[in-house]
Structures are given as structure tokens and as C-alpha cells.
């Protein structure tokens, strides 16, 4: 089960105490999204353990979201990501709007899933960030 963050793997040692195998890339995956949807919606200095956990708030950062800030925004989360999700690698950011929900902020992510020593995948994941700053990762 390795590749999966702890809690994950003693709740699956829950579920089947006979399982030590070592999780599927697509578990890894799956792992990976959900946690990085977490690490998204956190915002900076709510978490007690670690005062640089989260995303700023862009919004009281004085930043307008116009083309000119966009790249520092992208650039930012792509550094969140790769310091606190260690599972990716060579993270990358990019705005992406779509005419159909112009409410919405999406951004499409590129990684590397690191699934192991040796194993490496591409991965696209999309980000959408609500009107009221609500990220979904899928």
C-alpha cells in the first residue's frame, strides 16, 4: 500500500487486514486528487501546524486576476502543490477560462505521479475554483 498518505493505508488495513500489497497507481491517483482538492481549499495561516500550509488569499492580496497577475497566481500553486504533495513532481499550472462558466477560475494541472521508485506517469488534473473560492479537483 505504499504510495497511498497514512491514514489512507491504515484505513484500508481496516478493511482488509489480509491486503499488503502495494496500491495500484490509480489508487495512488485517486489519493492524490482528493488530497490535492484539501490542500486547496486550505488558506494560509489556518493551519496551526505549519503557518505557510495553504493558498493565499488572493483576494486580499491586492490582486486583480488580470493576464499580468495570472502567472504569478499559477506559479504559486504550483509550488504549494509540489512542497506539500511530494507525490507529484515537476508541477505545473496553468489558467485555462472557459467561456461557459465565467464565475468559474480553471486551471489545468501537468505532473509527474511518482508511484514508486521507478514508476513514473504523466498527470492532467483540472482545477475549479467557485465564486466563493471552493476548489474541485478532478
Known sequence: MAGLRFLERLREMQRDPERRVAATPDEILQSVTQY???ILNTRKGSALIDEEFGIPDFTSAGIS???EDMPEIEREIAAFIERY???LKNV???FTPE???PLQ???SLNAELCCGTNDV???HL?????PLGKVTVS
Open 85 to 87: 504533495e511530494p507525490r
Open 92 to 94: 505545473s499550472v496553468h
Open 121 to 123: 506517469f504523466p498527470v
Open 126 to 130: 483540472v482545477t475549479r475554483v467557485d
Open 65 to 67: 486576476f488580470s493576464n
Open 105 to 107: 477560475m480553471v486551471f
Open 36 to 38: 490535492v482538492g484539501k
Open 99 to 101: 467561456s461557459g462558466a
